[in-house]
């Protein structure tokens, strides 16, 4: 069964102080000269299930207190901490309500794709067994940065998975989440965290979309020309934890976007791939 309704959202605008070329960035993207990033997420309407989110960006608790967010990271990124750009308030705004939501699938544990968490407190929720083990291990300085435990402090409904055989499009996949009947699964794609994965829908009208997460920054990099600004390059190398694993996970979705028709495929921080998801 496939979803009934697919709403992209972002949930983070981040203006990082660095010049809007080095992240690809300029009139002819329909961006101003001001860099900026988002947090692209998912919020699916299905029949059976409920509200499923992809992701959830920065929640109501990190704008109520900024230290659940690292220094480090506000210098770096400059997220703007809009509470309008939280799920919970577009949820809201779309008449749904915090019970709605009883999945959230997601990409990794980064702090800026699970800190709206905590926000939906009965949600279960699904991602790979070995991010959570390296979310829980909080092994070195980069770990701390990215993994705040303050945002699953209040006790998720863990379900964990791990690759047993099975597959999509000839690529090794957790095609059965626990509890959900619509067509959502895991595609283990490791290398920015140790546990990453993109997530599938099966969306209406035979539609398959492909969240990437943070497997690439850029959407040249699943093109047959990638030519990733060199500020993303940049930023990728640093925050990647397995870099022959991200290799690995990069060529395997570009095979993904150029052998099937109708696969839709975007990362998590790309501003063009969201709006033009958004007039689709």
């Not at 299905?46 to 990271?73: E, N």
């Not at 939280?86 to 709605?100: K, N, P, W």
């Not at 991010?131 to 964990?160: C, F, I, N, V």
Request: with cysteine; glycine share 8%; hydrophobic share 40%.
């Amino acid at each position: 069964m496939s979803v009934t309704k697919v709403h992209h959202l972002n949930a983070a605008t981040m203006c990082p102080r660095v010049p809007a070329f080095l992240l690809g960035q300029g009139a002819k993207d329909g961006t101003s000269g001001k860099a900026r990033m988002v947090c692209h997420c998912l919020l699916l309407e299905t029949a059976r299930d409920g509200l499923i989110l992809v992701d959830t960006g920065f929640g109501t608790a990190d704008l109520a207190d900024v230290k659940r967010v690292p220094r480090s990271f506000r210098l770096l990124t400059n997220p703007q901490m809009r509470r309008e750009e939280t799920l919970l308030a577009q949820i809201e705004a779309r008449g749904f309500s915090v019970a709605d939501v009883r999945h959230i699938v997601l990409t990794h544990l980064d702090l800026d794709h699970a800190g709206g968490l905590s926000d939906f407190p009965d949600a279960t929720v699904h991602l790979h067994q070995r991010e959570l083990d390296a979310a829980q291990a909080q092994a070195g300085s980069r770990a701390r940065m990215r993994y705040r435990t303050a945002q699953w402090a209040h006790g998720p409904k863990w379900r964990t998975y791990a690759e047993s055989g099975d597959t999509w499009r000839s690529v090794a996949a957790v095609r059965t989440l626990e509890g959900i009947s619509a067509e959502v699964a895991l595609l283990p794609m490791h290398g920015h965290t140790l546990g990453h994965s993109a997530v599938v829908v099966g969306a209406p009208a035979g539609r398959q979309l492909v969240h990437a997460g943070d497997a690439y920054f850029h959407r040249s990099t699943v093109s047959e020309r990638p030519a990733v600004p060199l500020g993303l390059r940049v930023f990728e190398s640093r925050m990647r934890d397995d870099r022959e694993a991200w290799e690995s996970s990069q060529k395997a979705l570009r095979r993904l976007q150029l052998d099937h028709a109708d696969v839709t495929m975007f990362c998590s921080h790309d501003v063009v791939e969201l709006e033009q998801a958004a007039k689709r």
